[in-house]
Nanobody, 122 residues
Framework: VQLQASGGGLVQAGGSLRLSCATS????????MGWFRQAPGKEREFVAA????????YYGNSVKGRFTISRDNAKNTVYLQMNSLKPEDTAVYYC????????????????WGQGTLVTVSS
């Protein structure tokens, strides 16, 4: 089972990036998918999660109104559109999967992927 994150890079404050997480190795039917991030010297932070159907989403307080999570089950991919980026958004972003709801994913994950680095310059 693989969750491969991509799309990170260097962007100026106020800019945008779109992260992708492609899954393989099994079907994630019924699984919520989501994103976490970890900045140097800080604890891992929940960012966003989405239900299998895409009808339910859940966001961390620090990204509400700026980030949007979506998924394309036909492509086995989940996305994170990040707008109005701030230097404090700088971190390694990881995607995760959890059986159940987006809120549940924020607390417990079944699968993790490799991260992608996002750097926001001031």
């Amino acid at each position: 089972v693989q969750l491969q994150a991509s799309g990170g890079g260097l962007v100026q404050a106020g800019g945008s990036l779109r992260l992708s997480c492609a899954t393989s190795g099994r079907t994630f039917f019924g699984y919520a998918m989501g994103w976490f991030r970890q900045a140097p010297g800080k604890e891992r932070e929940f960012v966003a999660a989405i239900s299998w159907s895409g009808g339910s989403t859940y966001y961390g307080n620090s990204v509400k109104g700026r980030f949007t999570i979506s998924r394309d089950n036909a492509k086995n991919t989940v996305y994170l559109q990040m707008n109005s980026l701030k230097p404090e958004d700088t971190a390694v972003y990881y995607c995760a999967a959890a059986k159940g709801t987006p809120n549940g994913l924020a607390l417990k994950n079944d699968y993790w992927g490799q991260g992608t680095l996002v750097t926001v310059s001031s």
